[in-house]
DNA sequence: CTTTGTGCAAAGATTTTGCATTGCG
DNA sequence: CGCAATGCAAAATCTTTGCACAAAG
C-alpha cells in the first residue's frame, strides 16, 4: 500500500511535469517544489503554509509565485476551486482518488470516506438539472464515535 | 403555499428581531432591512448585491454595516458563509430547509437542490463509522446548462 | 439620557500585477 | 541567448476598525 502510494505519487509529479511543458511552460524549480509540497499534503491547504514549507525546503518561493502557480494548476486541472473559510482561501488537490468527509464538530477530526453510491447519486441529480458534474465535494458533520461516548458538547 | 411562505418569511423576521434584543443588541432598520433582504433572496448573495439592494430601498447602508451586521447574524445562526467565488464572499441564509448545491465553475451560478437520497446515504454512511451526523454540506461543481451549449471555457 | 449603532475613512488582509532580473530550454 | 518565470513592491480587492455623530430604548 505504501509503496503503490509513493508510485502513484511519482507518476503525478511525472504528469504535472508533462502537462506543464505540453502547454509551452516551463519547468521551474518552485513549480516542482509547490506541486510536490500539494500531493504530499493530505487534506486541504492555505497559501500561507504553502509559502513556508517550501521555504523550509530550502527553495527561494515568493507569495506570488505560489498564486501564479495555483492559478496554473487550476488551468490544468491539477488543484480544484476554492473555498474560502474565515479570509483564508483553501485549496484541495483534485488529483488523488476521490473521496468526502466526516467532520466531528467536537474534536474537529476527520474521516475520510469513499461511496459509490454517491457517485451515482450525483449522475442522478445532474442529470435532472442539465448540468455537467466535474467533482463534488460532500462534508458531513457531526460527532465522531469517541466524543458521542466522552461528553456531547458542540464546539 | 403562498401564503404559508409568507407567513414563515413573517415569523422568521419576528425571530430574528427577538434574537437580536435577547442578545442585548438593537433593532435598527438597516438591520432589520438587511435581514429581510436576506429572506427575501431566494437563493445566495454577496455584500455588494446587498448593499445596492439595501440603498434602492431608500434605506441608508454603509458596506461596514453590513459586514458587522452579517457577522452577528452568523453568531445568532441565521445565516452562513458558503463558499468564495473569484474573491467574492457568499452568503446564505441558513434556516431555510435544508438543500444542497450544484454550482458552475464557468459562470459561477449556483443551483440548488434537494434530495431525500442523500439524507439516506448520509446515515447509511454514518452508521459504518459510528458517526452521529449533524447536517451535511454537498457541492457539486461542473458546468451549468447554459455555459454547456455556448462556451467551454472555464473562467 | 445612556449606550449602542452607523458612516466614513483609514487600516488590515489577501490576491494580483508591472517591471527589472534570473534562469530554463 | 531569448523569452518565460521569479521576486519585489506597489496596486487592487475585500473586510475590519477607530472615532465622531446619530438614534434606539
Redesign the pocket.
Known amino acids: 500500500m505504501k509503496r503503490s502510494k509513493n508510485k502513484t505519487q511519482k507518476r503525478l509529479l511525472e504528469e504535472f511535469k508533462r502537462a506543464v ?1 505540453n502547454k509551452g ?7 516542482e517544489q509547490i506541486f510536490k509540497e500539494i500531493i504530499t499534503t493530505k487534506g486541504h491547504f492555505e ?1 500561507e503554509q504553502m509559502v513556508h514549507k517550501i521555504r523550509e525546503k530550502n527553495i ?6 505560489v ?3 495555483l ?1 496554473i494548476m487550476k488551468e490544468l486541472g491539477f488543484v480544484e476551486e476554492v473555498i474560502k473559510i474565515k ?3 483553501i485549496y484541495e488537490i483534485s488529483i488523488k482518488e476521490h473521496h468526502d468527509h466526516l467532520i466531528c464538530t467536537s474534536c474537529g477530526k476527520i474521516i475520510e470516506f469513499q461511496s459509490q453510491d454517491i457517485e451515482k447519486l450525483q449522475d442522478k441529480i445532474c442529470s435532472q438539472y442539465k448540468f455537467l458534474p466535474k467533482f463534488h465535494r460532500l462534508e458531513i458533520f457531526g460527532l465522531c464515535d469517541t466524543c458521542q461516548n466522552t461528553n456531547h458538547q458542540q464546539s
Open positions: 511543458k511552460l516551463r519547468y521551474t524549480p518552485q513549480r497559501i527561494p518561493v515568493s507569495r506570488a509565485t498564486y501564479r502557480t492559478n479570509n483564508k482561501t
